[in-house]
């Protein structure tokens, strides 16, 4: 398996987890059925908020780069099924289109300027990927089918978050850390904490000693269990934690200021 996906396999992928995504739709009883993964929401209001980004995405793509996202406006979700599930898939095929026309070095607006991610069409490509992959997980749990994310996915997953939502250079304010995941499919990541904020890699190997001086804990599970506790759909329990969970529940509660 390929250590990063291409920029053809994002799409690829991106379009298989949209199929998904409307088949766990087509299989509710009813659009109003509660979506436990995101307590607030029925399943309409999770193909809304998915559709709406879908087509908000697309027009920042298409913008090229730019200071600040572009004025959108999204066309309403209709309310009957089968209308709502065309208006998604329309959502879903302006997004790759944008991306396909774009390409993946093609700069544009992104919320994650001081992450290790870059702001790119292609990283747009990587983090809608796994938005779509882990809101189709959400819909698959809310009609009782959920199923784990394709190894693929996954992995890559992994990877996308500590590096677009967790690398920050806002400052920890906690004592600085150091914490491992480590993927039951054979590769692992590190996290160090710091006043200089937070940053990461894989790592070659698993490391046991963090060092002098430093809070340690690592996570252990398949990577698709990994990627669901980062976006807190499962819990720390779920996984198996070695270290001080402690640096797991800062970890969470943390909401960097820029």
């Known amino acids: 398996m390929k250590e990063t996906l291409e920029f053809a396999d994002l799409l690829r992928l991106m379009d298989e987890r949209s199929t998904a995504f409307r088949a766990a739709v087509a299989a509710a009883p009813s659009l109003d059925v509660r979506v436990p993964t995101c307590p607030e929401w029925t399943l309409f209001d999770l193909v809304q908020h998915l559709g709406e980004g879908r087509f908000r995405w697309a027009a920042i793509v298409a913008a090229g780069p730019a200071d600040a996202p572009p004025a959108i406006s999204t066309p309403a979700p209709p309310r009957e099924r089968e209308a709502l599930l065309a208006w998604f898939a329309a959502s879903t095929a302006e997004l790759l289109a944008a991306l396909r026309e774009a390409g993946p070095d093609r700069g544009c607006w992104t919320w994650w300027g001081s992450s290790q991610a870059p702001q790119t069409a292609g990283a747009v490509a990587r983090h809608q990927l796994q938005q779509v992959a882990v809101h189709t997980y959400d ?69 046991a000693d963090a060092g002098p001086g430093t809070a340690y804990v690592s996570a252990r599970g398949t990577a698709s269990e990994l990627v669901m506790f980062c976006y807190g759909r499962i819990q720390m329990d779920s996984l198996q934690v070695e270290g001080d969970r402690r640096v797991f529940d800062q970890l969470i509660a943390w909401e960097p200021e820029e």
Request: charged share 20%; proline share 7%; aromatic share 8%.
């Open 139 to 207: 819909a698959q749990v809310a009609v009782g089918a959920s199923q784990p994310l394709p190894d693929e996915v996954a992995l890559d997953g992994v990877d996308e978050f500590l590096t677009t939502c967790v690398a920050t250079t806002a400052t920890w304010p906690h004592e600085p850390a150091i914490v491992d995941y480590h993927a039951t499919e054979g590769r692992s990541w590190r996290i160090w904490f710091s006043a200089d904020g937070a940053r990461t890699a894989r790592l070659v190997a698993p490391v």
